[in-house]
């Protein structure tokens, strides 16, 4: 294949390019043949443990758990369209007939070409599955260098995943806090609203398994600040809200940034003045963070004001005036129109009778 024999050539020469991570956020790179451009060179990192990464040698060699070391030519590793994991040496990760995984060059890296498939991997949430075996990669002991990759049955879902190929870099900042005393809302305090942007650097891998978990106050005064709604804009894929555990999930792509805003219900003692802290934290639970990543944890002071003017208020006498039908004062016209009327006639019999009574017979 000419795009594998390609990066085999400029990795033997000693060059590493940088390629964009590019696969799409709800299908992790080399999920299926042909179905994302190649990914890498990065490391491959044991999850949880950032600073361990696989390091393998020339033809033949074992692949092991090492020090995290960027200048590794052997812990760069390719993660190709068509599924071939390649280091940095320019030789593949096979999966032969025995438990220990290892790196060799043949059918020149070519995949499935040769009809084998022991060459070729698919990664799905943190897993690297042989597609030749239907075995996954596994460390064939504790969690520290020297520790051999070996061929082991793949565990059962829902269980948690092992590899991290590269780094996300999830941030999350504080955007808006703030909150309205008695607004009329139906809550005796008022209400709030705030929000957090969570993002991954353009330069980081896809971060599966994103959380961004709210905490509120925990002083006696503010215990009845009140979660009403999670809502999450743009930013990623497979994002939703838990109300009860004040938490978002979802993935973020490379440069993908999204908008979290919480809102609820203030405390029924407070007072324009008051100010109570909300905090919020991010972590990734399928993908390593780059060693180093800062703002992972924001605070927002929601800063209580007085409510606009006139918000919830009950309406004004001219407003309720206003709002009423116009029917009842019809009504009280004509009647007072008819009742002049009737008065006005018998005013005017009242005058005339005399001068009848005054006429010669």
Known sequence: MPGVRLLRAVATAGVLAVVTF?????????????????????PINALGHPGLCWEAGGNGSAVTLEHCDSAAAGQQWSLTSDGVVMNGNGYCLEAPTGQTLYIDFAGQCAGDAQGSRSQIWRYRAGQLTSAGTAACAAAGGPDWPGTQI????CPAPGHAPRWSIGYSAVTVAAASATGAAG??????????????????????????????????????????????????????????????????????????????????????????????????RASVAETSQRPGTTRTAASLTVAVHAAAPGA?????????????SPLPLVAAVAGALLLGGGLLILITRRTRAPAKHSLPR
């Open 22 to 42: 590019g696969w799409s956020s709800a299908e992790p790179a080399g999920a299926s043949a042909g179905s994302a451009p190649t990914v890498g060179p990065v």
């Open 150 to 153: 070996v061929k082991r049955a």
């Open 183 to 280: 607004s009329g809302s139906g809550a005796a305090g008022g209400t709030f609203g705030a929000s957090v942007t969570v993002a991954n650097a353009a330069s980081a891998q896809t971060a599966y398994g994103v959380a961004v978990t709210f905490s509120l106050p925990r002083h006696p005064v503010a215990a009845s600040l009140h979660v009403t709604s999670l809502h999450v804009t743009g930013g990623g894929t497979g994002w939703s809200c838990d109300i009860r555990a004040l938490t978002c999930t979802g993935t973020l792509p490379s440069g993908a940034s999204g908008r979290i805003a919480i809102a609820g219900h203030l405390p029924a003692r407070a007072r324009p003045g008051d100010s109570y802290t909300v905090r919020a």
């Open 312 to 324: 919830g208020a009950a309406p004004s006498v001219a407003g309720a005036s206003a709002s009423r």
